[in-house]
């Protein structure tokens, strides 16, 4: 189309030759003119041609939809049909309170002689509160369907069924499926859908069973049901006893196994699938990532690259969590540059977080630095994302320093935040601020120190040679002390030559790793160290009865 759309089209002279231009709009200026045209030619009122203008005005942007509500309102008399396209538009757009603002203005108009809402009015706006989970308005609409006596009307009652089951009302949404008269497949699959919302598989199960009849998306509820609880024998019974799959089910059993740390089987089924989305990819490089196979999300991203398929924000936050993991400088920097040249909102929050945490990772402090300053709310993640960075490449004052600029802007650190600052002053020997942040967890945040926080402080003190303080700090820890607090003041009692609290200390991990030989090998070292031969040749013998196998190449034991 020309940027004129005069130019080269007969001048308008009906109704069906602006219905024949509006099909020709491809851009907002086009929309313009041939309104400039119904105006001309007094088809202001012409309702047919007004709801096509305003059911493509919606395929442009969302500012459109104002314009579009602009020539709606120039309409005298509104039929119903006319309102219920309006009130779809804006439903198409996510948009709650202009739908629902339109369907109070569409009731009171009613009361005054104006178009009554009927079927295919109320699930446009049903649907409204479902994507926000407004039960409350949902329960509201539902008075009005009931005034109008449309509660027996299959299209109307699904919409409730799927509007109660999504906000977690489960008991309404089955009161409106039991009092339906008519049911038909999405009825049904309504029904299984909002008691797998719930957790109940039990119940979403049994009716699927009885389903008269069953399409995809029903079948693919239950795989989710299944998938949810943690069932993949059932979910994977479900998944092979289907008529016909879709790209759906794929991803839903991918998913799956990914969650359940069974990448292999995650892949298989990912090979199996004749269709890949966008959502199957990223079903696949994520699961690599959550089980800690970087290398393998980064060849799954590039294998799809090679196939020409453009990946979205999900995939590209995946990709940088997974460099994240390997710490590689170029990489980060390739992956940084390839997101900046992709289509993806760079502002979105969940996008600078993790550049953010990337470049922090793996050493592009400046650069992480950077986007942390420019983000436009900086929350707990994007603070702990900078202090471990800067704790990893040693920089423990500065990691400190930003804690406390982070309790000072009232963001309240977690558990994980605690411990990430803790391994900041373990790594730079900061002994008095690491107290200060391990006595202030339960004083000021009521959070109870966790084994890998006293492992953190043993760490520190044993780093700092207060190894004795460290002994003690584990004695009085109110839960069992992990293998990684011991193993932290075990390796000090090394480097310090302390073979007597090397031995107690050795004990302990012996009842915690009895088949640990790295444990074996460096209290032999301790004592060898100190030229202790006879209880060399007992370590030894202690080994051998119990049959742990040396790592090769860890010692001449």
Request: charged share 20%; with cysteine.
């Amino acid at each position: 189309m020309h940027s004129s759309i005069h130019q080269h089209c007969p001048s308008p002279r009906s109704a069906a030759t602006i219905a024949t231009l509006l099909k020709a709009c491809k851009r907002i200026q086009h929309l313009q003119q041939v309104h400039a045209s119904i105006v001309q030619r007094g088809l202001e009122q012409d309702q047919f041609l007004i709801s096509q203008f305003i059911s493509l005005a919606n395929t442009f942007s969302t500012s459109t939809l104002s314009y579009s509500t602009t020539v709606f309102d120039r309409v005298i008399n509104p039929s119903t049909f006319l309102w219920n396209t309006l009130i779809r538009t804006h439903c198409q757009k996510s948009l709650f309170s202009d739908t629902l603002s339109a369907f109070i203005r569409m009731k009171a108009e009613a009361e005054g002689e104006g178009a009554l809402p009927d079927r295919y009015t109320y699930p446009s706006v049903i649907k409204a509160c479902s994507s926000m989970c407004e039960a409350l308005v949902g329960k509201s609409v539902h008075g009005s369907v009931l005034r109008c006596g449309l509660d027996e009307d299959v299209f109307v009652g699904t919409s409730l069924i799927d509007m109660y089951g999504k906000c977690g009302e489960i008991g309404d949404a089955r009161k409106v499926f039991d009092r339906l008269s008519q049911r038909n497949v999405v009825s049904w699959t309504a029904m299984v859908v909002g008691y797998v919302t719930v957790g109940d598989v039990v119940e979403a199960k049994r009716m699927f069973d009885e389903m008269p009849m069953r399409n995809v998306a029903s079948w693919n509820a239950m795989i989710q049901g299944f998938v949810k609880v943690g069932d993949l024998k059932r979910a994977k019974g479900v998944f092979d006893s289907m008529p016909e799959k879709n790209v759906v089910s794929f991803t839903t059993m991918i998913d799956g196994y990914a969650k359940a740390g069974d990448m292999a089987a995650s892949r298989y089924l990912f090979e199996q699938a004749a269709e890949k989305d966008i959502v199957a990819w990223s079903a696949l490089i994520s699961g690599y990532v959550q089980n800690g196979q970087p290398n393998q999300a980064l060849t799954v991203f590039l294998e799809m690259e090679s196939m020409n398929v453009k990946p979205d924000e999900f995939i590209l936050v995946a990709l940088m969590s997974a460099v994240s993991q390997l710490g590689h400088l170029d990489l980060a920097q390739w992956v940084d540059s390839y997101v900046g040249n992709s289509s993806i909102d760079l502002q979105q929050d969940h996008v600078i977080a993790a550049l953010v945490d990337m470049n922090a990772k793996c050493g592009n402090m400046e650069r992480a630095l950077k986007l942390f300053r420019e983000m436009p709310k900086r929350d707990l993640i994007s603070y702990c994302s900078m202090i471990q960075g800067f704790s990893i490449h040693g920089h423990g004052e500065d990691a400190v320093n930003l804690f406390n600029r982070m309790l000072m802007e009232g963001l309240v650190p977690d558990e994980a935040a605690f411990t990430i600052v803790l391994t900041a002053c373990s790594h730079s020997g900061l002994v008095d601020d690491g107290w200060n942040y391990f006595n202030s967890m339960e004083e000021k945040y009521g959070i109870s120190p966790t084994p890998d926080h006293f492992a953190c402080m043993v760490d520190l003190l044993s780093r700092s040679g207060q190894l004795r303080d460290a002994y003690e700090l584990i004695k009085s820890m109110h839960v069992e002390p992990n293998a990684g607090a011991w193993g932290a003041l075990f390796g000090a009692c090394k480097l310090q030559g302390d073979s007597e609290l090397g031995k107690t200390v050795a004990n302990r991990l012996f009842e915690l790793e009895p088949q640990n030989a790295a444990n074996y090998v460096l209290l032999s070292n301790i004592y060898a160290s100190a030229d202790r031969w006879k209880d060399v040749s007992l370590v030894r013998s202690k080994m051998k009865e119990r049959g742990v196998r040396k790592i090769p190449g860890c010692s001449k034991l």
